[in-house]
């Protein structure tokens, strides 16, 4: 009878451990496994440079949502986002690519809007701009100074 | 089936096809090159060169600007949020501020044209929207591109944001008059707008 109590202990431990292993690589591999809450909405970027599965998308720098997958639509990207319940966003907000910092990550920033109109799930966000390619703008400048 | 029919069939659907499909250069292009033709015949024109002229040219450029832009839009997306808590008269107060400050921010760089060549590239049309993408080629032989987004307004089209190189113009005026909105404001950005219209 003892001996059945450890083993028996051993087992949960060894269950519970297993269990927390898994939960543990969900939330840091940031997937889903019961899908996820809240609705999606899509944006098309001229260009998504950068931008990955996963990345956080913010409005005021509070987290509201993340990239779910990004695909390629008549030569522009599709970016799938899912934004947490409660999240409204406007007809005319702007949603814009952005890096922390200089070197940092990317991430999708969105302005607000002031329209009556809210998008529904599914919906798209019209307004977009693409994240600001450094190595362009200062390859203008440098080709721009040639005499 | 007689070759005829099938010739009729297919006649049939080129048809919807060139009703379906848009026209290269559509009315939006066409609205576009018109304002931009107009705007570069005024700078362009020696009769009204030299600092004397100065006040009846930019009033001239105006004018057609104001033909082209839906400066409502313009200021609804630019304050967003906040367009909805002012009252009628806040709101055209608002608009010729924003319109005034806007023309003192980028007529000088019109009227400083040098010749720079631009060239129509794309138009998009979705419903109510479009839109025109041109590049500017500037005399240092850089390419700029500039999009231009438009809403249908009855049976013409209005301008209700502009992208330089990506950048929205009304998204830098949002984050900028959201900031100046929630740390003081919104009075207070009316002071700071009129005393940067002010300014010489």
Redesign the interface.
């Known amino acids: 009878m003892k001996r059945f109590d450890i083993e028996l202990t051993v087992g949960l431990f060894i269950i519970a451990g297993i269990l927390c292993l898994g939960y543990l690589s969900v939330k840091l591999g940031r997937m889903e496994i019961l899908g996820s809450k809240g609705y999606e909405v899509y944006a098309l970027f ?2 998504s440079g950068g931008l990955k599965n996963g990345s956080s998308v913010v409005i005021a720098g509070v987290d509201v949502g993340r990239v779910k997958s990004i695909s390629l639509e008549d030569y522009q990207a599709r970016v799938l986002i899912n934004l947490s319940e409660g999240v409204e966003i ?1 007809e ?1 907000a ?1 949603a ?1 690519i952005k890096t922390k910092g200089l070197i940092g990550e990317k991430f999708i920033e969105i ?4 329209s ?1 109109t809210i998008i529904p799930p599914g919906g798209r966000i ?2 977009t ?2 994240p ?1 390619d450094f190595e362009q ?1 200062i390859s ?1 400048y440098v ?5 | 089936m007689k070759p005829i029919g099938l010739y009729r069939k297919f006649l049939f659907f080129s048809l919807i096809f060139a009703i379906a499909t848009p026209v290269c250069a559509g009315v939006p292009t066409e609205k576009i090159k018109d304002t931009t033709e107009k705007i570069l015949s005024i700078v362009t024109d020696p009769d009204l060169k030299g600092p004397d002229r100065d006040k009846e040219r930019k009033a001239l450029i105006r004018e057609v600007v104001d033909e082209r832009f839906d400066w409502e839009e313009l200021s ?2 630019a ?6 808590k002012l009252n009628e008269e806040q709101k055209k107060e608002f608009i010729i501020l924003f319109g005034k400050l806007l023309e003192r921010t980028y007529l000088d760089r019109v009227e400083g044209y040098s010749g720079e060549q631009v060239t129509y590239v794309n138009e998009v049309i979705e419903g109510e ?1 479009a839109l025109v993408e041109i590049k500017v080629l ?1 005399t ?3 390419e700029i591109p500039v999009n231009y ?1 438009l809403r249908k307004k009855g049976e013409d089209w209005r301008v209700y ?1 502009i ?1 330089i ?4 113009l ?2 830098n005026y ?2 900028q008059f ?1 900031d100046i909105i929630t740390k003081s404001s919104y009075e207070e950005l009316v002071k700071k707008l009129q005393e940067k219209v002010a300014e010489k």
């Open positions: 001229s260009n406007q005319d702007i814009s302005t607000p809007g002031g009556e019209r307004e701009q693409p600001i703008v203008k080709f721009g100074k040639v005499d | 609804r997306r304050l967003a949020r906040h367009w909805r929207y500037t240092k032989g850089t987004k944001d992208a190189e990506g950048v929205s009304v998204n949002r984050v959201n």
